[in-house]
């Protein structure tokens, strides 16, 4: 499948819901779900180092949302351990592959630890020029569009913005993506039909993929598979197919 890859049509950004990593468990015949999460984390080393093999810029993962803090509390605790845990052991290996991390969302939402380990990473690659990899994080996008809006109308109070100077790029440059570019293509595991709060502002005109494939079972020959899916469609933004030829 990668041979059938266009190396010179790669979407500049691909944007992840990584789902399916608790059913992933049950299926193994495994209580509990966190056991889903640690095979998971195999699949985001492998996915990262093929984006920026194939020279994607932008790759964003949906790791947590703001709904998942309603998880029960041994599960959100275990996960926020994971997170520490392996942002300490995959810090050396993003800077030897000019992997620059940033993270999106509420972070102060996340425990300290976490907040410190995540800063720690991000401070330590951030002159890393390949591939961005950006985690969403305590992230949901309702939120973040709402934020954006507070944001914009406390200008407007304070009198440094009028209201018909607010356009596209007034709320874009008020989100938590204002440095990223909006995604080509965003790929969904599991099945599921929904985009469950992610990027809604920014996947306007995102092409979709959905796969079955669990998130941890999911490997470089599905992100290969989804490209390829990515590159047969003809994005035409509104226009006609006579238009964009």
Request: proline content about 3%; charged content about 25%.
């Amino acid at each position: 499948m990668k041979e059938k890859i266009n190396l010179n049509n790669i979407p500049n950004h691909i944007a992840v819901i990584m789902d399916g990593n608790g059913r992933w468990a049950k299926q193994q015949g495994l209580k509990a779900r966190v056991f889903g999460h640690q095979h998971a984390i195999g699949s985001v080393h492998e996915i990262t180092e093929e984006c920026a093999e194939l020279g994607v810029k932008y790759l964003t993962l949906y790791a947590f949302s703001t709904e998942n803090w309603n998880r029960p509390k041994a599960e959100v605790n275990a996960l926020m351990q994971l997170l520490v845990s392996t942002i300490e052991k995959e810090t050396q290996t993003l800077k030897n592959n000019n992997v620059r991390l940033q993270a999106i969302g509420n972070l102060k939402e996340l425990p300290g630890k976490c907040q410190q380990q995540l800063q720690k990473a991000i401070d330590q690659t951030s002159e890393n020029t390949g591939l961005t990899l950006t985690l969403a994080l305590s992230y949901g996008s309702r939120n973040e569009i709402l934020q954006a809006v507070r944001l914009i109308a406390s200008e407007v109070q304070q009198g440094t913005l009028r209201p018909e100077q607010i356009d596209e790029l007034t709320i874009k440059n008020h989100l938590f993506t204002k440095e990223i570019p909006d995604p080509e293509l965003l790929i969904r595991t599991s099945g599921e039909m929904r985009i469950s709060n992610f990027l809604l502002w920014q996947i306007a005109y995102t092409e979709l993929y959905i796969t079955d494939t669990l998130w941890p079972d999911f490997k470089k020959e599905h992100l290969h598979q989804a490209i390829v899916s990515y590159q047969q469609r003809e994005r035409r933004f509104g226009k006609t197919s006579e238009q964009v030829q």
